[in-house]
Each structure stands twice: as C-alpha cells, then as structure tokens.
C-alpha cells in the first residue's frame, strides 16, 4: 500500500522538462505570480528573470503578472520589466487587460475584508498588525497575526477569505481568485482571443491553487517555507514542477519554453 501512495506522489506533478515542444509552441501568455516566484521579495528580479521575460517576448510570448500585491506595485514591475501583458493585482481582485489600460470593473467590494479585520482586532486586541500598503489596497487587506492559527483567524473572521501567501495573510471578500480573474480577462481581450490551454500558469503557494486547478499549463515553484500539507496539495493541483525555486525557477522554465519552440 505504501509503495502505491508513492508511486501516485510521483505522477502528481511532472518535471518542467516533460513540457513538450507541442505544448510549447502553442502558448501564447505568461502569468507570474511575483513573490516566492520571479523573486523572494522586494522590487528586483535577478537579471536571469529579466533576461528569460525579454527572451519570452521576443519569441511572441506576453508575460503578465498576478500577484497578491497592489496594483501601483506591479505597474512599476510592469514598467521597468517591460511587461505587456495583464496585470491581476490583490489575488485577484483588481486587473488590468495591459500595464497602461483602464482598470477592469470586477464588481468586487473592500467591506468584507474591514469587517474581518475588525472583527480580528477584536477577537485578538493589540496582536494584527496591519502593515501599510493597506492603503493602497482595493479590495484585499493584509496583515500579520503573530502566535495566531490560521484555523483560529479563520473562526473569528467568519464569512471572509483568509489567504496565505508565506510573506503576508490576506482578508479578502470570498469567491475571489486568481484563476477565475484570469479567466474573465481572456474573454475580454479584443482581437486576441487567448484559450485556457494558451496560457502557461507559474506560481509558488496556496494564493496560486485557482490559477493551478483552472488552466491546464500550470508550473509549482517549490517554496521550502509552504508547510508540508500544503506542498502536497500543491504538487497535486499542478501539471509541472521547477528544480530550483524563486527566480532561478522561472528562469529555467522560460528558457525551456523557448528552447523547445525553436
Ligand atoms: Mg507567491
């Protein structure tokens, strides 16, 4: 029985390398999460990562960002990448088709998210810390509840989305996603309509699980900081999986692509 879980441990997710030149050839979009994927932090990639964006682009491959971060951030990322493709900024909640387009109307509302995060002050007095850029935030609100269980942050705000990324935890109005963000931005693209099947996914934590379970083409980038219940879940909902992690991951990923299109 033991040898059987591990025989299905290891046709969970395949190696970055099973990418076919097939598969390769018909992808026409990139979405990177930011944070534990192009990078481990911070406002710079490596110049691998930025080297591996240009080649994609020239090779005809858009790259976009969707990332739990603000949208000001990723516009500045966008723009000094020279990224062309959308933008899904907040896990989900605010997007743009382009770096400089308008802003896409989602519908989705900041009221859930302060509800939770008062609720959590209250539950946990002096133990949120809320950290700035909340007031950039649309829609998601971060903060860091240290000592706290996501199971008892989850209890306590009730009917709100509790998202962890390992660099932050999120509060956000329920039903929101990456993936399913992704997927109404495709069918509003003019003139190049992208199918799901088009689109390669890389991500590294549990805010990616949607981009991994609705887009067939999907890359996990190991994080060693995921816990191990997570990972598995991970490594279950992708199709590939990078050697190395953030940054040299993608890098190795974006080379292979464009080798097997040549
Ligand atoms: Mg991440």
Not at 212 to 235: A, G, H, M, Q, W
Request: charge should be negative; glycine fraction near 8%.
């Amino acid at each position: 029985m033991q040898l059987k879980m591990n025989y299905y441990l290891t046709q969970m997710v395949k190696s970055y390398q099973s990418l076919t030149r097939e598969t390769a050839k018909h992808i026409k979009l990139i979405m990177a999460d930011v944070d534990g994927t192009l990078n481990t932090g911070g406002d710079q990639v490596s110049p691998s990562v930025s080297d591996a964006i240009y080649q994609l682009q020239k090779s005809d491959i858009a790259v976009g960002l969707v990332s739990g971060r603000t949208d000001p951030m990723l516009q500045s990322m966008a723009m000094s990448l020279k990224i062309g493709g959308p933008l899904i900024a907040e896990n989900g909640a605010v997007a743009r088709l382009t770096p400089h387009g308008n802003l896409v109307d989602l519908g989705y509302s900041r009221q859930p998210a302060l509800k939770g995060l008062e609720k959590l002050k209250a539950c946990y007095p002096g133990r949120i810390w809320e950290r700035e850029d909340n007031q950039e935030r649309m829609i998601d609100l971060v903060f860091r509840a240290d000592g706290i269980t996501p199971e008892k942050i989850k209890r306590c705000v009730g009917d709100v989305q509790v998202l962890d990324s390992t660099y932050i935890l999120h509060l956000m109005q329920k039903g929101i996603d990456k993936g399913k963000t992704l997927k109404r931005l495709l069918g509003q693209m003019d003139g190049a309509t992208i199918r799901p099947d088009e689109v390669l996914v890389i991500g590294d934590s549990m805010t990616d699980l949607s981009l991994f379970k609705l887009f067939p083409e999907s890359v996990l980038v190991p994080n060693p900081n995921i816990p191990e219940t997570d990972r598995e879940i991970l490594r279950d909902a992708a199709r590939y999986i990078s050697d190395y992690e953030a940054g040299e991951g993608f890098s190795e990923v974006a080379l292979h692509i464009i080798h097997a299109r040549t």
